[in-house]
């Protein structure tokens, strides 16, 4: 029996604490609606098209591939981003560059984004700091899956 | 015998071994980067040093002969630091371009500072620069400031190939390797150099910048391209699917085995044809079962039905002699067992004859005049290497069975396709794609060596199995395969063929029947 | 019969309507009461207005959806299945007084489309034929889970119509009669003079069984075996498109109708404490005199707030709670709830006959 009223005061506690939410979030809600500001806001939620949430400084967006002071990539095709990658999205051939300080640089740099996991093992293993992933860009759907292999020209730009 | 103590371990080795032999055969690895099994110790890189008892200073492993009760020590602090040291001499002018270097991932620097080096450079000034792409003749590239001038270059070419193309330039800290003058490496084994070089020195057009070599799968196989059958390595890459990058096969390299002292000196090496001469592996392969009549891809049951079936009237009419076999010495033992099993014994033909040999010129290291792998072995089965006789293969012949594996193209058989149309049924095996394989009624596609297993028999007799290395292309199938269901199909002797499942259960139906093989 | 017609047409699209934008106050309070801001996007012309157009463009998507029908099923029955559910509860609302009475030219009009004299027990009935659409859903998909799932189903409202029955017999001994206008007459009464005679303050008890077995009679979360669309397979698995949401419709209907008995039944209908047929009279003295018109307004306004009062409170239910394990939900059924209504009918008797 004793029992049976703790269980009852707790149901009718939790309806009471869904209620509070209710009321005190409609009432900034109402408050916003007719354009009074207050400090806090009725909803968490980031009307996201609009509204963007801030990126974090460290966060692993879309790579990029780094340029040299003229213009070539920075990387030179060591395939070491190729080799952690744990989903193996990212295919290079490397091809002989004339200067002979460089002498590799990347012919073909794909990175199949549809399989990529975004985990910045490339970045980490970069020795080239040739790559890296804070352009920022998190909106990498398409509607053609071809378009999400990316390849030098576009990883570069 | 002498008796050595090695990290206070006995072991027994002959007198005169030297300190990093007698190491080695104890199980312990002592660092070393100019010295190599074929050559005399040169202690030139300083790595191998170690503390034996009762000497002042650190020794020499590579050249310190061994004596009765030697105490060595490889793992004491001194020995560390001395290599450490020695490391760090070495790596302060070195490039450190490890990210476009072939030979990272197999070189032998950075597995040393991996293992005993880890340390942070204490020298701040600008490092060297020298020449970093120089051109030494046959597609080989040199960087001097990779070059830890270990030496073993120059005395490859000093000693095995004794043309001498290398030397060591100055003195000091400004000698480098180099070429005299427009002098070029010019010889058959150049190869063998970037295999040699410690370091990425010394790196190799054919492969250079292809891809990395912790990409490649390694297989042992044996070099079909002479009958000297050396054992290699085929390196090859399964290809990314994702990407469309096939299968390909990127280098050759060589493999040490130690059977008899005399092959192994030579087994370090191999020539530059087997090395370079690949692409066969991957290039114009058969891959589909072609029957004319059809005009599509055949299955492999359609192929049996209509060989076994054209071999059989042949026999109901009673007229067997009116059918003709071409063979050749690319086929290994098995199959040339099997060959000679169902065309000279069950169906007792006349008509079988071998395709013309590939040769070449000899030289006096590795390779052989005659560039088939397997002469021997179709001489010991029992077989006589005859040439074709044109007027005895095609006078009255009904069907012709042609197998042509050879990579080097038609050669003179060609002169055989006007005469084919005289034939009514030809049928081919053949694991490429040539011109001629339109004229035949049926194609077959078959395998390289490298893709199935087997043995072939060098020109000095010995017997060298191996194993499939890479995948089949498409439909193909090893010849073996073909023959031990083409003898099923005829039905003279099935029961012989049962059981035959692996290139090995034929071998072991060989060592009964022929002596040279037990 | 053609003031029978109008005032059906009068209810039911009251009831249709109130019962689709059910659909978008039950998103914006769950949303409300998880710091949320729920469905904002439909929009008319760019015209958002906090969402209302979302029901309409739901209902939209339904309408264009395909119309199928699983393999091996009857084509009839598995049409039929979701018009039986939506069917029976829609016709219940022509039992609920909304007003008094209006006058209009001397002539009287009751503010309910029929007065039935067993209104209870139609009701009753009525929403206990709904099962019928629960069950050959279930059984026509040609799905074993849809069929456990319509069994589960029929098993839970079966059990739960039991509660429901008995904790309705307090009500009718208090107001001794089966009629809705009776009893919520009976309501219009004071107790002790001042405190309205409402059903919740003569069955408190039974108040409490009902909402619970009417929550269970409904398939709302706490109760939702039958579906249980997180977790389990439900009875309407199979169905989609515009059958699919005629069932998500009926539930909101379902919804509304149990709010409307609990006001009709134990808050006293379109009772406003204290208002009489010609104006207020406080038990502290003092009178406000109003007009027919204004009174019958204030009645029907005090009808809908109450409905809306006690939807809300569903709803809030609903977004709180877990749901129940299917033996917790027997148990509770049949070893709490009914013994709980039959004592609740013996202290009646034994109070009433003191």
Redesign the interface.
């Known amino acids: 029996m004793f029992r049976l009223f703790g269980y009852f005061f707790e ?1 009718i506690r ?2 009471v ?3 509070r ?2 009321i005190v ?2 009432f900034f ?1 109402t408050l916003n609606l007719f354009g009074i500001k207050t400090k806090r806001k ?4 980031i ?1 996201y098209p609009e509204q963007k949430s801030e990126i974090a400084e460290r966060h692993r967006s879309l790579h990029r591939l780094m340029k040299r002071e003229n213009g070539k990539p920075r990387c030179v095709a060591c395939m070491l981003c190729q080799t952690v990658c744990p989903s193996e999205c990212i295919y290079i051939e490397a091809a002989e560059d004339p200067d002979p300080e460089i002498q590799k640089y990347p012919s073909t740099f794909l990175i199949d984004i549809s399989r990529c996991c975004f985990c910045g093992f490339c970045v980490e293993a970069c020795p080239e700091d040739a790559i890296r992933m804070d352009t920022g860009e998190v909106e990498l759907a398409q509607y053609n899956k071809d378009d999400l292999m990316l390849d030098l020209d576009f990883l570069l730009s | 015998m002498v008796e050595i103590f090695i990290n206070d371990s006995a072991i027994k080795v002959k007198e005169g071994t030297t300190v990093l032999k007698a190491a080695e055969k104890a199980g312990i690895h002592i660092p070393h980067i100019c010295f190599h099994d074929a050559f005399p110790p040169e202690g030139s890189c300083r790595m191998c040093l170690v503390e034996i008892e009762g000497h002042p200073c650190l020794e020499l492993a590579c050249s310190t002969q061994v004596r009765e009760g030697m105490k060595v020590y490889t793992e004491t602090e001194n020995v560390r630091d001395a290599r450490k040291g020695v490391l760090e001499f070495i790596l302060a002018e070195h490039p450190m371009d490890c990210p476009i270097c072939d030979k990272a991932g197999e070189c032998t620097l950075q597995d040393y500072y991996e293992q005993y080096g880890l340390f942070e450079s204490d020298f701040l000034e600008e490092k060297e620069r020298k020449d970093k792409k120089v051109d030494i003749g046959k597609g080989l590239i040199l960087d001097r400031e990779r070059c830890v001038l270990c030496t073993r270059c120059v005395r490859f070419l000093r000693d095995i190939t004794k043309t001498g193309e290398l030397g060591v330039f100055e003195r000091g800290v400004r000698s480098e390797i180099g070429i005299f003058g427009d002098q070029y490496i010019d010889n058959n084994y150049a190869g063998n150099l970037v295999e040699l070089c410690p370091v990425g020195a010394i790196t190799d057009k054919d492969f250079r910048f292809k891809t990395r070599n912790w990409f490649l799968k390694k297989g042992a196989s044996v070099c079909p391209l002479c009958s000297r059958g050396c054992q290699i390595f085929i390196e090859y890459h399964p290809g990314f699917a994702r990407f469309k990058v096939p299968k390909r096969v990127y280098r050759i390299s060589s493999r040490v085995t130690s059977r008899d002292q005399s092959q192994k000196e030579k087994g370090y090496w191999i020539c530059d044809i087997g090395r370079y001469g690949y692409s066969y592996m991957d290039k114009d392969r058969a891959e589909n079962i072609i029957l004319k009549q059809k005009n599509r891809p055949a299955e492999r049951g359609e192929a049996e039905a209509f060989l076994g079936e054209k071999i059989k009237k042949l026999i109901y009419r009673n007229k067997l002699q009116r059918m003709g076999v071409v063979l050749n010495t690319w086929l290994t033992n098995e199959e040339l067992f099997l060959a000679r099993k169902i065309f000279t014994l069950d169906l007792e033909l006349e008509k079988v004859f071998f395709t013309e040999l590939d040769t070449g010129e000899k030289d006096d290291l590795l390779l052989t005049a005659d560039r088939t792998p397997n002469k021997k072995g179709a001489e010991e089965i029992g077989f006589e290497i005859n040439q074709i006789e044109k007027q005895k293969l095609f006078d009255e012949t009904e069907l012709l069975i042609v197998f042509w594996s050879s990579p080097f193209g038609l050669g003179s058989i060609t002169e055989l396709l006007p005469e084919l149309s005289k034939v009514r049924t030809k049928i081919l095996f053949t694991p490429f794609k040539r011109k001629w394989n339109d004229a035949f009624d049926l194609v077959i596609p078959t395998l390289v060596s490298a893709e199935k297993g087997g043995s072939f028999t060098n020109i000095d007799g010995k017997v060298q199995h191996f194993d499939a290395v890479l995948s089949p292309p498409g439909e193909a199938r090893a010849e073996w395969e073909w023959l031990v269901s083409l003898g099923k199909e005829i039905e003279v002797d099935f029961n012989s063929y049962l059981g035959m499942k692996f290139p090995y259960d034929v071998y072991k139906k060989m060592k009964d029947k022929i002596e040279f093989f037990r | 019969m053609i003031e029978a017609l109008i005032k059906f047409l009068c209810a039911i699209v009251w009831f249709l309507l109130l019962s689709l934008y059910l659909t978008w106050a039950e998103r914006k ?1 769950s ?7 729920g469905a904002n996007r439909a929009n008319f012309f760019g015209f958002r207005i906090l969402g209302l157009f979302q029901p309409l463009a739901d209902a939209i998507k339904m309408m264009t959806k395909e119309d199928f029908t699983p393999a091996f099923s009857k084509r009839f029955l598995h049409n039929l299945a979701p018009f039986l559910s939506f069917f029976f509860v829609a016709v219940t609302i022509s039992t609920i007084p909304f007003g008094s009475h209006l006058m209009i030219g001397g002539k009287e009009f009751r503010l309910q489309v029929i007065d039935l004299n067993v209104g209870i027990l139609f009701v009753l009935a009525l929403l206990a034929l709904s099962i019928y659409g629960v069950i050959l859903s279930g059984w026509v998909s040609n799905n074993r889970w849809t069929l456990l799932g319509g069994l589960r189903g029929s098993a839970q409202l079966i059990s739960y119509e039991v509660a429901l029955g008995l904790s309705l017999i307090g009500i009718i001994m208090v107001f001794p009669s089966l009629k809705f206008s009776e009893i919520v007459g009976f309501q219009s009464e004071l107790l002790f003079g001042w405190l309205p005679k409402w059903g919740v303050f003569l069955q408190p008890l039974g108040l409490i069984i009902f909402l619970m077995a009417a929550m269970a009679e409904s398939e709302r979360v706490p109760f939702d075996l039958p579906e249980g669309e997180s977790e389990i397979v439900g009875f309407f698995t199979e169905y989609g498109g515009l059958k699919y949401g005629l069932y998500m419709f009926t539930d909101f209907m379902k919804v509304l109708i149990i709010a409307c008995l609990l006001t009709t039944l134990f808050f006293g209908g379109y009772h406003v404490p204290w208002l009489y047929a010609d104006g207020f009279h406080f038990p502290w003295g003092g009178d406000w005199l109003l007009p027919h018109g204004i009174v019958v307004l204030f009645q029907v306004i005090m009808f809908n707030l109450k409905v809306f009062f006690f939807c809300w409170l569903q709803i ?2 609903r ?3 877990p749901r129940f394990r299917y033996d917790q939900l027997m148990d509770f059924g049949w070893k709490f709830l009914i013994p709980l209504s039959l004592f609740n009918i013996a202290a009646t008797a034994v109070l009433m006959s003191l």
């Open positions: 149901i939790g309806s604490i869904t209620a939410h209710f979030n409609l809600h009725g909803a968490f939620t009307q | 309070e949303a409300v009461m998880q710091d949320r801001v809030l239910i977004w709180t709670y």
